[in-house]
């Protein structure tokens, strides 16, 4: 039992390391490109990392979380473009070009749309959650689509980068450590979740709904703030990843990012802590290293996905350090 | 009346042209054991269902501690201290006993939006979650997960689980099923000393263990009431022999 959980601390730790060290050698080696595919690396496993909340731990496979990596992409994008141009967002609001500002309407905005998609969604669980949220997420991309302000479905572009205090975020180096510092705080956030109380009430939720409820627990609840939590993560990472790529379209709220999202999970390993950064990693390397070779490559992706589901349930994770087990 | 705490006014459900709960009225008193037997097929589960919150009757009153329970689901009536145990073990397979026990405990804390503070090392929830186990002698199997006891130990497991809520009443449905001749009788030596605590609403096949704890019996059949009243009135009682005891009795 120790062995596994160790195990699985030592594959965090390489992964963590590889995840700050090849970048550090990729810029020392000149070459900055591999720099900006790690920064996607960090922010698609971030995204990931809020779906994990409620999927890993609560066991709510939202198939619409793409809503809210596209709602945080907007936000970084509308509130910027406003701010080239020196006009107000709507009401009068002030536009801005501060990322840690654009971060906190990111996070806030999705939590208050998650709460009454939430809230609605998990009157229903299993296959009707899944076709509910999907349609929430449907509904936030066919407004975006139709919105021509904001470039509609051609997507708005970002002059620049916004900004971070005291760090230059145009240069690739600086904005990827910007971007692994959120990650290592949502990694911490996921981390103290899964210890704390509210942790317990949900795990016990995906595990036996009608046992929490005999003890006294309203699952509802649990889960609503379970969901709530996990679509402010995942707009977190769409802002960044509206700025990684100084562009957001409506394909970031589109149903294939919110089953990307999913496979990221499934591939690195559900519930776990860096389950996602597994998966993201294994995700983006395929996508450069076959994308180069075949416009194909997701073939390839899915007979992975294939093995990973049949033969390694607990993911790539799974695979290095066994069962996931409780105390 | 003045000391039943939980009573059950006339309920009715009907499941399409099934009676199920026909008119039930029942009350459980304080400090007493109260079985409910019936042959298979008699809507125990069904009315065991209702008084939880898991179903809801179509007519019909419950009142526990005085209080009405309609529109209050499972959550709340636990909160409110109906501590209830399955027919069929419902733990959380994954997490350990100690885990179960502490999900419990947690809950009659009424704490479960922390987010920070890690359980594993919170004493104010192992030390209590651990002396359950003691008293119904899963200690020693306490880290490991639920999915890996053995039937009889997830029986004692689902009782540890109630008595960590600390509930005014308890709701049994088959404590002892499934379990060994041992078994059945070391749980109810341990329900025995159990009803000066809270009283028991107790469902069970198992006739030795109803005709030696039980202070009142009640026999439904087909969704009704047959008879209510002292395991000798019961064993007595015409009506009750030819219905379901037979000749056992």
Request: hydrophobic share 50%.
């Amino acid at each position: 039992m120790m062995a596994g959980l160790s195990r699985e601390k030592t594959a965090n730790i390489v992964l963590a390391l590889l995840l700050l060290g090849v970048p550090l050698a990729a810029v020392a080696a000149g070459e900055p490109f591999y720099v900006t595919l790690a920064t996607r690396i960090v922010i698609l496993a971030l995204a990931a990392i809020g779906l994990n909340i409620a999927l890993g731990l609560g066991g709510l496979v939202s198939f619409g979380h793409a809503a809210f990596f596209g709602l945080g992409g907007y936000v970084a994008g509308i509130l910027a473009t406003h701010a080239f141009n020196g006009e107000t967002v709507l009401f009068g609001l002030p536009s801005t070009t501060s990322m840690p500002v654009i971060w906190l309407v990111a996070v806030v905005l999705c939590g208050l749309v998650a709460l009454p998609i939430g809230a609605i969604s998990l009157r229903t669980s299993g296959v009707y959650f899944i076709m509910i949220t999907l349609a929430f997420a449907q509904m936030i991309y066919y407004f975006a689509v139709s919105w021509p302000d904001y470039g509609g479905e051609d997507g708005l572009s970002l002059y620049v980068r916004n900004t971070f205090p005291g760090v230059n975020t145009a240069q690739p180096l600086p904005y990827f450590l910007v971007c692994l510092g959120v990650l290592a705080a949502a990694v911490c956030l996921f981390w103290l979740l899964r210890g704390s109380r509210f942790g317990a009430a949900l795990e016990a939720a995906r595990q036996n709904t009608t046992r929490l409820s005999a003890v006294g627990i309203a699952p509802f609840n649990i889960k609503l703030v379970a969901f709530v939590i996990s679509a402010m993560v995942t707009g977190l990472a769409g802002a960044l990843f509206a700025d990684l790529n100084r562009f957001v379209s409506p394909s970031m709220a589109s149903w294939q990012m919110s089953g990307e999202l999913i496979v990221l999970i499934i591939l690195g390993g559900k519930g776990r802590l860096f389950g996602p950064i597994a998966g993201a990693i294994v995700y983006v390397l395929f996508e450069f290293a076959l994308g180069g070779i075949t416009e194909r490559w997701q073939f390839f992706l899915g007979l992975m996905l294939l093995g990973v589901v049949l033969f390694a349930r607990g993911g790539l994770l799974g695979l290095v350090a066994g069962r996931a087990r409780h105390d | 009346m003045t000391d039943a705490i939980l009573e059950l006014t006339d309920i009715r459900k009907s499941f399409g042209a099934l009676k199920a709960t026909d008119g039930v009225s029942l009350d459980l008193r304080v400090g007493e054991i109260h079985a409910l037997i019936g042959p298979n097929g008699a809507g125990k589960s069904t009315l065991i269902h209702q008084i939880s919150g898991s179903l809801k009757p179509d007519s019909g009153s419950i009142r526990f501690q005085g209080q009405d329970m309609a529109g209050l689901d499972m959550a709340a009536r636990a909160r409110r201290g109906l501590g209830r145990s399955f027919q069929i073990s419902s733990l959380a397979p994954e997490f350990s006993a100690l885990r179960n026990v502490m999900l419990a405990v947690q809950a009659r804390q009424g704490s479960s939006f922390r987010f920070f503070r890690p359980v594993a090392g919170d004493r104010s929830l192992t030390e209590p979650a651990m002396a359950m186990l003691e008293r119904v002698g899963l200690q020693d199997r306490a880290r490991v997960p639920a999915a890996e006891l053995s039937h009889g130990e997830r029986r004692q497991l689902e009782v540890a689980i109630a008595l960590a809520l600390g509930p005014k009443a308890f709701l049994l449905d088959e404590p002892m099923a499934g379990l060994g001749p041992d078994g059945s009788k070391r749980l109810t030596g341990f329900l025995d000393a159990l009803r000066s605590e809270a009283p028991i609403l107790l469902v069970e096949h198992d006739m030795d263990a109803v005709f030696a704890l039980a202070d009142r019996i009640s026999v439904l059949v087909y969704g009704s009431i047959i008879a209510t009243g002292t395991v000798d009135e019961i064993r007595a009682n015409p009506e009750v022999r030819r219905a379901y005891l037979g000749d056992a009795a």
